[in-house]
């Protein structure tokens, strides 16, 4: 399998040994460590988005699942 070349500019998906771009941002936030509304972030690629969803999800620490573009537009306004 030939993975793309990674960009540079786009921040790339956060699992294991992906470097492929990211379209997804994961929040959450582990409430035995964090304050409720602190919210930490993983990005996904698609072929990665639902693992990495379940993977917090069964430990009660997703919040939500948002674009990225959307999640970079919400954080500049």
């Known amino acids: ?35 409720p509304e602190r919210r930490k972030t993983w990005l996904a690629c698609e072929e990665h988005r639902e693992h990495l969803s379940q993977f917090l999800g069964v430990r009660g620490f997703l919040k939500d699942v948002v674009r990225l573009a959307d999640w970079e537009a919400a954080q500049e306004s």
Do not use: F, Y
């Open 1 to 35: 399998m030939i993975l793309p070349e990674p960009s540079l500019d786009t921040p790339q998906c956060s699992a294991k040994g992906c470097r492929t771009d990211a379209v997804w941002v994961l929040a959450w936030n582990n409430p035995k460590v964090h304050t």
